[in-house]
């Protein structure tokens, strides 16, 4: 299976309730993102997520707030980075006793001290760990030596000690598609559960040529298309047609939702001048969907990222039986 056949699951009944109950619209992830202070400053990472003090972090029932009000199945611990929230146990904990699945998304320096013999591996539970490349693509793109070996040694321990572990990769212009695929063998030599592959997104804040146009972006995305049955890619193969420029799907901002600690960040955790929310009900309500969905906002055009557009690429796959089936079948391999 792709993913664990309990988080699968999850999805299918979140989507088919919310569907049920005539919502269009309904959030299935959300960021959350308890701080803004990193042990990195990576050249891709938009400047506010690395900047930020330990002691302006978000609170626990802050972190739990937001969980109730938006609903979502799954949430993905980012920020920052969240190993260095130092009541990450404590939250764990709470999602699980609420039968949220977990995903943390980290870049592993810390992992040995703050999760291993700490947090026990769970089924709710995915350590999702960054790797933009090879190591010495990896160690440029984090800006810090030895980052890369850091990460291939936790992610060894962590499959050793029986934790989901994943790799998280972000093509960007100097990105070498050989070298995603490398990434795709060491999946497996691994024994990783499998690996997300993004174009990167053109910050406004990042002012380097690291990013890829629309053009670039297709013709990277071909060539990971056309390799990706052969490894446990975790992308469906419509997002993926999508990203090689073969289909074109509407935007789903609102099935990624972004809480952050200046609040829901509107419409999703890409965009930079669009506001943020105290309230969720006003986030929720007052954002522009319709505008935000048609991709039509400058921030939008070269926008590729999984957040936004893997809900619709599955979205699309129900609308017919060789979708369908095309999904079951993508979803059951590997
Ligand atoms: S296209 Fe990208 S930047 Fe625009 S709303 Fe969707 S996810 Fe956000």
Redesign the pocket.
Same mark, same amino acid.
């Given at each position: 299976m792709r993913y664990p056949i309990g988080f699968t699951m999850a999805q299918a009944r979140h989507r088919s309730k919310m569907e049920r109950a005539g919502h269009k619209r309904y959030p299935t992830v959300l960021m959350l993102e308890p701080l803004y202070t990193c042990n990195l400053a990576c050249i891709g990472c938009s400047v506010e997520r690395h900047t930020g003090k330990l002691k302006d972090r978000m609170s626990l029932e802050t972190c739990f707030k937001a969980v109730d009000d938006c609903g979502a199945p799954i949430i993905n611990i980012c920020g920052g980075e969240p190993t260095l929230y130092p009541e990450l146990k404590e939250l764990v904990e709470g999602l699980i006793a609420r039968g949220k699945y977990i995903i943390i998304c980290t870049n592993a320096i810390k992992l040995e001290e703050k999760v291993f013999d700490v947090i026990p591996p769970s089924p709710h539970l995915f350590l999702m760990i960054h790797l933009d490349g090879m190591r010495e693509t990896h160690d440029y793109v984090c800006n810090r030596a030895g980052v890369f070996d850091k990460a291939v040694d936790a992610i060894r321990k962590a499959r050793e000690r029986g934790y989901y572990t994943f790799i998280n990769t972000t093509v960007y212009k100097e990105t070498q598609v050989e070298e995603v695929e490398d990434l795709c063998k060491m999946v497996d030599e691994l024994n990783a559960n499998g690996i997300l592959i993004s174009p990167g $997104?053109e910050y406004e804040s990042v002012d380097r040529e690291i990013f890829l146009t629309k053009e670039q972006i297709h013709t990277k995305f071909k060539k990971i298309k056309d390799f990706s049955p052969k490894y446990r890619v975790n992308a469906t193969p419509m997002f993926l047609e999508f990203a090689a420029g073969m289909r074109e799907l509407p935007?789903?901002?609102w099935s990624?939702v972004n809480y952050t600690p200046m609040g829901w960040k509107a419409? &999703? $955790?890409?965009?930079g001048d669009a506001g943020f929310h105290k309230e969720y009900s006003s986030f929720w309500n007052d954002t522009n969907w319709e505008y935000?969905?048609s991709?039509q906002?400058h921030?939008?055009q070269n &926008?590729?990222?999984h957040?936004?557009?893997e809900h619709s690429a599955v979205a699309e796959a129900m609308k017919s039986m060789k979708g369908i089936l095309q999904l079951a079948t993508w979803s059951m391999s590997k």
């Amino acid at each position: 299976m792709r993913y664990p056949i309990g988080f699968t699951m999850a999805q299918a009944r979140h989507r088919s309730k919310m569907e049920r109950a005539g919502h269009k619209r309904y959030p299935t992830v959300l960021m959350l993102e308890p701080l803004y202070t990193c042990n990195l400053a990576c050249i891709g990472c938009s400047v506010e997520r690395h900047t930020g003090k330990l002691k302006d972090r978000m609170s626990l029932e802050t972190c739990f707030k937001a969980v109730d009000d938006c609903g979502a199945p799954i949430i993905n611990i980012c920020g920052g980075e969240p190993t260095l929230y130092p009541e990450l146990k404590e939250l764990v904990e709470g999602l699980i006793a609420r039968g949220k699945y977990i995903i943390i998304c980290t870049n592993a320096i810390k992992l040995e001290e703050k999760v291993f013999d700490v947090i026990p591996p769970s089924p709710h539970l995915f350590l999702m760990i960054h790797l933009d490349g090879m190591r010495e693509t990896h160690d440029y793109v984090c800006n810090r030596a030895g980052v890369f070996d850091k990460a291939v040694d936790a992610i060894r321990k962590a499959r050793e000690r029986g934790y989901y572990t994943f790799i998280n990769t972000t093509v960007y212009k100097e990105t070498q598609v050989e070298e995603v695929e490398d990434l795709c063998k060491m999946v497996d030599e691994l024994n990783a559960n499998g690996i997300l592959i993004s174009p990167g $997104y053109e910050y406004e804040s990042v002012d380097r040529e690291i990013f890829l146009t629309k053009e670039q972006i297709h013709t990277k995305f071909k060539k990971i298309k056309d390799f990706s049955p052969k490894y446990r890619v975790n992308a469906t193969p419509m997002f993926l047609e999508f990203a090689a420029g073969m289909r074109e799907l509407p935007c789903a901002p609102w099935s990624t939702v972004n809480y952050t600690p200046m609040g829901w960040k509107a419409p &999703c $955790y890409l965009v930079g001048d669009a506001g943020f929310h105290k309230e969720y009900s006003s986030f929720w309500n007052d954002t522009n969907w319709e505008y935000w969905e048609s991709r039509q906002d400058h921030q939008c055009q070269n &926008c590729k990222m999984h957040s936004g557009f893997e809900h619709s690429a599955v979205a699309e796959a129900m609308k017919s039986m060789k979708g369908i089936l095309q999904l079951a079948t993508w979803s059951m391999s590997k």
